[in-house]
């Protein structure tokens, strides 16, 4: 016997015939236990929530973005059934409800205090004394000069710099007064 909240008991007793189409035989009747007739009349409820899933789904390349997405997208229409069942009178539609939590969701990140981003300055005797500057390798990331990725980086200075003969931002770097 099972129990399904406030709903009621389903047993597996057969409750009605129904109609189903078997191949070779046509249409013929079989019975259907009380549990089996419940799930169909509940399952109404899953295909309305795919379909409402499936209208504002974004298309996403990366197969773990999708798993995201897809939390994000249930949550909110969860939230939209719930504030419908808390406000009855209220006429407001899935898109209409979507629009409104990205509405809060943008005030709410401008009114976000940012700290400022201090760049730590080499002062320029230390930049232009040529002891200590030496070039290794590093993880990639932009050239302080040409703005290009490389994976050279002066380990006194902490700046990205090309030191290749045909890019010697390396060499500008530590030579140029006016940077």
């Not at 006194?156 to 530590?174: A, G, P, V």
Request: hydrophobic share 35%; net charge positive.
């Amino acid at each position: 016997m099972f129990h399904l909240g406030n709903i009621g008991h389903y047993t597996v007793e057969l409750t009605k015939y129904v109609q189903r189409w078997v191949k070779g035989k046509g249409k013929i009747n079989v019975g259907q236990p009380n549990v089996i007739g419940a799930y169909n009349e509940g399952i109404g409820g899953v295909d309305t929530m795919d379909r409402l899933l499936e209208s504002y789904r974004p298309s996403v390349n990366k197969w773990w973005w999708s798993l995201f997405v897809n939390i994000l997208n249930v949550s909110v229409l969860a939230s939209w059934r719930l504030y419908q069942k808390a406000n009855p009178s209220s006429s407001l539609s899935h898109l209409e409800f979507r629009r409104y939590i990205t509405q809060v969701s943008v005030k709410a990140s401008n009114e976000i205090k940012r700290l400022p981003v201090v760049a730590a300055n080499i002062s320029m005797k230390i930049r232009l004394n040529g002891v200590g500057h030496i070039i290794e390798t590093t993880s990639q990331g932009r050239c302080y000069i040409c703005k290009k990725n490389t994976k050279r980086i002066c380990i006194k200075c902490n700046k990205r710099l090309h030191s290749e003969r045909q890019k010697d931002c390396f060499y500008i770097y530590h030579n140029n007064k006016a940077l």
